[in-house]
């Protein structure tokens, strides 16, 4: 169904959570993603959707998945071969549903920095630190780091900020074996994803992974170096000592911001602009990375 927006999906007859973008519903064993159109900001689901966003940011996690290879949690894209209830909605789902193996989740996200942005830049700058690692002095806004750091940071309940926390911390309370192991994929899967993307014109600038385990195996899971999950910048357009023009949904952040909305109560619709220019950005990405063109 391309260029529809979805907003909430429905499954007859199977529980669901509903999280900012994702639908889950629980198939014992197994859950079943549904990425939708919603879209948020400032820890607010906004009203008004990107048509094809869930679309996009699924298939382009399925080209990560592919391309970066090891352990994950997918199992099938396929909904037509997924044995869904009578009266599912199959069209709705295609594209935007990944049915995978119900993990437990480790409860840090695993974040990794190649550049100085965003909240690692507000911290550098009051501390000259990011998560606790101590970085070179007189660095500027988006400047790229020495190395690739793993700073992860809390997840938080819905509507609430994620926290970042230093490795240390994540040791404390998972243990060094698993934070460890952590630490190494996440810098694994960053660096090979970002040598990709920097050879398709796009800047990783920093990224966040999550994991679950399932008897004793660790498993990536969730969404992978999506826009919604990942900063990106075209290269061409990159320089260092300011904020970056991005691929992400920064431009309904700044929409946003200009409108006067007080970020406390419901914020307004999307002006179709805006949506058009968003999903074009989104688009733009997909289109770049994969080599493929959307459709």
Known sequence: MPNQCLLQSHIPGLPVRRGKV?????????????????????????????????????QLSLFWFR?????????????????LPTGTDLDALAGRSVLCKKTTVVPFECVVRGYLSGSGWNEYRSTGAVCGELLPAHLTESEQLPAPIFTPATKAEQGAHDENVSFARMTDT????????????????????AQHARSRGILIADTKFEFGQVNGELLLIDEALTPDSSRFWPADKYAPGRAQPSYDKQFV??????????????????????????RGKYVEAFELLTGERFL
């Not at 290879?69 to 037509?80: E, F, I, N, R, S």
């Not at 460890?180 to 994929?185: G, I, P, S, V």
Request: no cysteine; net charge negative; hydrophobic share 40%.
């Open 22 to 58: 994702r639908d889950v519903y629980d198939l014992g064993e197994r859950v079943l993603l549904v990425a939708t159109d919603r879209l948020s900001a400032f820890d607010w689901i906004l009203p008004t959707g990107i048509p094809d966003k869930g679309r996009l940011l699924t």
């Open 67 to 83: 391309l970066l290879g090891g352990a994950h949690h997918l199992l099938t894209d396929d909904v037509y071969a997924m044995d």
């Open 174 to 193: 998972i243990g060094a074996e698993l934070a460890n192991e952590l630490k190494r994929r996440s810098l694994d899967l960053y660096t090979r994803g």
């Open 253 to 278: 952040r700044d929409w946003l911001t200009a409108s006067g909305w007080d970020k406390n109560s419901p914020p307004p619709e999307l002006p179709a602009e805006v949506v058009s220019e968003t």
